[in-house]
């Protein structure tokens, strides 16, 4: 994941995603050094996830931690051309990004 600088001025951004199933969603990203435990989503009726932070502006890399797991999306990971938020890492899997303007 490339870094991102770190401004004075932080932005709303949210990020959320899709799983039912799951019993426990985080994001991992350049915002905070990918440190999957730092940012946990809240799930709501419908099977999504999601949270509010507050973001330096420009471009911020992230994953999901679905359970354990690191996707860009749940379902969405490898090769693959459905994701229009997600970006090859040099990893061969995705990164969620997120542009906070």
Do not use: I
């Amino acid at each position: 994941m490339k870094k991102s600088k770190r401004n004075k001025n932080p932005r709303p951004a949210q990020l959320s995603c899709h799983a039912p199933q799951a019993q426990a969603v985080s994001v991992a990203g350049t915002f905070h050094d990918r440190y999957p435990a730092a940012t946990p989503l809240a799930r709501d009726a419908s099977g999504d996830w999601d949270v509010h932070l507050d973001l330096p502006p420009g471009r911020h890399e992230s994953k999901f931690v679905v359970d354990g797991t690191w996707c860009c999306e749940p379902g969405c990971d490898g090769p693959h051309h459905g994701c229009p938020k997600c970006v090859p890492n040099p990893s061969g899997t995705m990164n969620r990004v997120v542009d906070n303007a």
